[in-house]
Structures are given as C-alpha cells and as structure tokens.
C-alpha cells in the first residue's frame, strides 16, 4: 500500500491547525506539527498552539515535546521525525504535517548537516549586541563576518542574525559554508497544500488573532518565560517586543501594533517560501474538503 506525507504549509493564521485536524480525522491518522515554536511546553498563546481540546480530537506529535531548556534545531528534528514517520507508516497509510516553519519542514525531506552546539556567553554577547545597539550593528556585523549569509538572510530577524553569528563566531568559519542539504529518496510521497487567502482578509486575520492573544494572557505568558529571553524561540513575534514593553522601551500599544506589523511581514516571507514548490496546492478559502478527492486520487495512482 503506497504511503503519503501530507504537508499542510502556507503562512501564519491561514488556518493550517484546523484544516490538519480535520484532515487527520477523516483519514484516521495524526498531526506532526512542524511549526519550530510549538515544541516548547512554555509556549501556547503567543505560538497559536491548538487547544487542549484540539490536541485531545488528533493524536499530535513534536507539540509540546521540549522545553526552553533544551535545543531543537532543523537538522535534529528532521532526523527525529523521519524516524517517527517510519513507525507511524507501519500503521497508517496517510500522515498529516502542519506548520508554517518551511526550514523545519525541508529538513525532513532533505539532509541537512547538523550544525555544532554554540557557547552561551557567545549568545548572551550577541544578544546584548541586539538589546544595547540594535538590529542594524548585529546586521553589520554579520555582512563583515558571513556575507552569504546576510544576502540570504532577513535583515529584520533578529533570531536568523544571532543564529549565523553565534555559529560563525563558534566556528570561525562561516555560518553559510556549514550548511549542506541534499535530496533525500524517501519511502513515502509528498503532497503541498495550503489554504490561498486573499491577502487583505489574510492581514485581518492576523490582526484579529493578535488582539486575542493579548486578551488571552499573552502578556503574562512573556513574563513567566523571562528567565529565558535569550532563547530563539524568545527572538521571535509576539515574544521581542513584549519584552521590549517590560524593558520600558515602547509602550504596550506600540507592541501590539509591531507583533500585528512583524506578523504580517512574517506571512509575506512564508507565502514566498511556499510558492517556490511548483506542486504546491492552494486551496481557496472554503474548498478545503476538495483536497480529501485529491489525495484518493493520489492514493490510488500509485497503488
């Protein structure tokens, strides 16, 4: 019986959570989340994290799986998820992945070479580097020291910046020239598809979710997880410019105002990493169901 990975990508609160649980119910299977932030237990309102009770409608995988305390990066969880897709294979026919975190979702279908574990002081250095002088001399400083990777990389995330850094500097080499990926011959097909939202109702959505999110605590989730504001995951929307609020930088309004502006340059980034698949299936709002035909056709093709 052939077997096939169903990956449900596209760009932030374009509604990929729903769609995989609705997915993996009528196929009776799971959800893997490849979204980099939701492993962590800490993190629930400010990642978009499924409810209890959705977690409760699915059996879902790397939801919950780490803490702030540990390291999860692309290469490791690539490996970890295609050993899990082996085991869940020998029971199902059809497994479904969500996330919008594209890089994570590569490295499960291509090899990436595991990148060596970097020095917190560096890390710290360069995060005092972000909080004293800003994004732009970490940006500089990166174009002096990789500048493969500063052409590559977006100049405002201040997450990707410290990460080509921090391991440029651990290494003294750079950051770009340790990246390496090739294709993979996996024992399973692959099928892309996400929801096309026209991007004015796309932009209203995020700014809906974002006022939910700060009336669901989001504030409060930011102060419980300070001790670790160094972390990655804590470089990254919703989570800086909370933490620039605390620190009396800007006040709680223009917060919420950056994470809805940072959300929607986020999505924008997304919907270009998607579209470079060329099998990419985008669905209008509404047909969702209509990719249930595709994949039994898909199915029955290459039984």
């Known amino acids: 019986m052939p077997k096939l990975l169903v990956i449900i990508g596209g760009p932030t609160a374009s509604g990929k959570s729903e769609f995989a649980i609705q997915l993996a119910q009528h196929y009776n299977t799971v959800v893997v989340s490849a979204d980099s932030r939701q492993f962590f237990k800490e993190l629930t309102i400010g990642t978009a994290k499924p409810s209890e009770t959705d977690l409760k409608r699915v059996p879902h995988y790397f939801i919950n799986s780490h803490t702030l305390s540990e390291t999860v990066n692309a290469a490791s969880y690539g490996a970890a998820v295609r050993d899990l897709l082996s085991n869940l294979f020998a029971e199902k026919d059809v497994v479904i ?64 910046i410290i990460r080509a850094l921090e391991v440029s500097i651990s290494t003294g080499v750079p950051y770009s020239s340790l990246l390496g990926k090739s294709k993979l011959e996996l024992p399973f097909d692959c099928l892309f598809a996400g929801i096309d939202w026209p991007r004015e109702e796309l932009y209203k959505r995020i700014d809906e979710r974002t006022q939910q999110m700060m009336e669901a605590g989001l504030l409060n989730e930011v102060k419980g997880v300070s001790e670790y504001r160094n972390c990655q995951a804590l470089q990254t929307v919703g989570y800086r410019e909370l933490f620039q609020f605390l620190d009396g930088e800007i006040t709680q309004e223009q917060a919420v105002t950056l994470i809805a502006q940072h959300t929607r340059n986020y999505a924008k980034r997304q919907l270009t990493w998607f579209r470079k698949y060329p099998d990419f299936i985008w669905l209008q709002p509404g047909e969702e169901k209509s990719l249930f035909q595709t994949i039994d056709s898909k199915m029955k093709q290459t039984n």
């Open 97 to 160: 992945m969500a996330g919008g975190s594209g890089l994570y979702i590569d490295a499960v279908l291509n090899t990436i070479d595991e990148l060596p574990e970097v020095q917190p002081e560096i890390r710290a250095e360069l995060n005092a580097i972000l909080e004293k002088q800003g994004l732009t001399a970490l940006y500089q400083l990166l174009q002096e020291k990789d500048p493969a990777s500063a052409a590559k990389i977006d100049r405002h995330n201040p997450r990707r």
